[in-house]
């Protein structure tokens, strides 16, 4: 199969860095970096140089897939450039997630919808991916009735700033953070998650609650969750299901630091939830944001995408 011509827009950043390191994992071999002006030059780890994101550079026609990371702002104004140029995008940021039409892919859940893309392909938030890993083989074994969750978001999540500003600062004055968008009621990360969650699973009616919190770790979230399910089920039968589900690994006690660096969802303190009224289950998940939560998933979509469509120069 030819080598795919594969862009990394934002190859400076924090998801971006993470993208280019599984890609030479993987060994894939025509890997471009590109980032802002500010960068242009750079040499990066992997002996890449930097090249500027311009409109023209990524129309060009020589790439065939691009990964993009760069915020919704600038995912807004290039993602269209590569895509005219003939390129596929798989896009992290916020940008298309919930535009109709383009598809949003978590590909243990719903892969077979990266392959209705017409140019996009969207990559959701940090905190859907590993929620909706984990809720797919409950809902498809007794049905969800509502979900509720609370998030340990870390400051990797937040990208490169936010993480020189956790390294720099005084353990002792480590605190919790809620600085997203509000909308009066709720931060733009919650709904997010809820709408997200809505269309990966196709349960656009799903009740999903939802409160984020940015912890100070550096690499790692974690959430609580809340599951109500409309047939009842244990927590033993949970714990099978999801030790047989794809991407999800069953711990005691998963946590950040034993998330970072790997690729799989972490799960445990499965039990029943007794404050439900009926069905309910508790459980806690842990997922490396940079890899499973944003480059690597977005990495496994390409490779759906190439293995029904190879490159064809
Ligand atoms: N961090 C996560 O866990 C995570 C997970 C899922 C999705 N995402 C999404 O991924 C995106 C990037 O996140 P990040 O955490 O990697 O951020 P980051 O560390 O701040 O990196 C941002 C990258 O975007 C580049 N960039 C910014 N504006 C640009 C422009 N106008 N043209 C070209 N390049 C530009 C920066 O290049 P310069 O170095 O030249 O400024 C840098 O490479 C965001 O949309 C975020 O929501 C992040």
């Known amino acids: 199969m030819p080598e795919p011509r594969i862009a990394v827009v934002g190859a400076t950043g924090a998801v971006g860095g993470v993208t280019l390191q599984i890609l030479r994992e993987r060994g894939y071999q025509q890997v471009r970096a590109f980032a802002s002006a500010r960068s242009a030059g750079r040499e990066l780890e992997g002996g890449v140089v930097v090249e500027e994101a311009t409109p023209d550079a990524l129309a060009a026609g020589d790439i065939d897939l691009a990964f993009f990371s760069v915020g919704t702002g600038a995912s807004r104004q290039l993602v269209p450039h590569a895509v005219r140029g003939g390129a596929v995008a798989v896009d992290k940021s916020s940008a298309y997630r919930l535009q109709d039409g383009i598809p949003l892919v978590v590909p243990e859940v719903n892969g077979e919808r990266a392959l209705e893309h017409d140019g996009i392909v969207a990559n959701p938030n940090c905190a859907s991916i590993p929620l909706t890993c984990v809720l797919k ?25 936010r993480m020189e500003r956790l390294r720099a600062q005084d353990p002792a004055e480590g605190d919790l953070a809620m600085d997203w968008e ?19 699973l196709e349960l656009p009616e799903l009740p999903v609650s939802a409160t984020c919190v940015r912890v100070p770790v550096m690499v790692g979230h974690a959430e609580s969750v809340w599951i109500e399910t409309v047939e009842p ?50 459980l806690f998940l842990a997922c490396d944001n940079l890899r499973k939560g944003a480059a690597l998933n977005a990495i496994q979509i390409a490779e759906l995408i190439l293995a029904r469509r190879p490159v064809t120069v």
């Open 137 to 161: 083989p409950l809902h498809d074994a007794v049905g969800l009735a509502r979900v509720r969750l609370a998030t340990y978001q870390s400051a990797s999540g937040a990208g490169t700033e």
């Open 182 to 200: 509000f909308d009066g009621e709720e931060f733009d990360e919650e709904s997010k998650l809820r709408a997200e969650t809505r269309k990966i």
């Open 233 to 282: 089920i244990s927590p033993e039968q949970v714990r099978q299901l999801l030790a047989a589900a794809p991407s999800v690994r069953l711990e005691d006690v998963p946590t950040p630091r034993a998330a970072a660096g790997e690729d799989e969802v972490l799960v445990g303190r499965i039990r029943a939830d007794r404050a439900a009224e009926s069905n309910g289950i508790a």
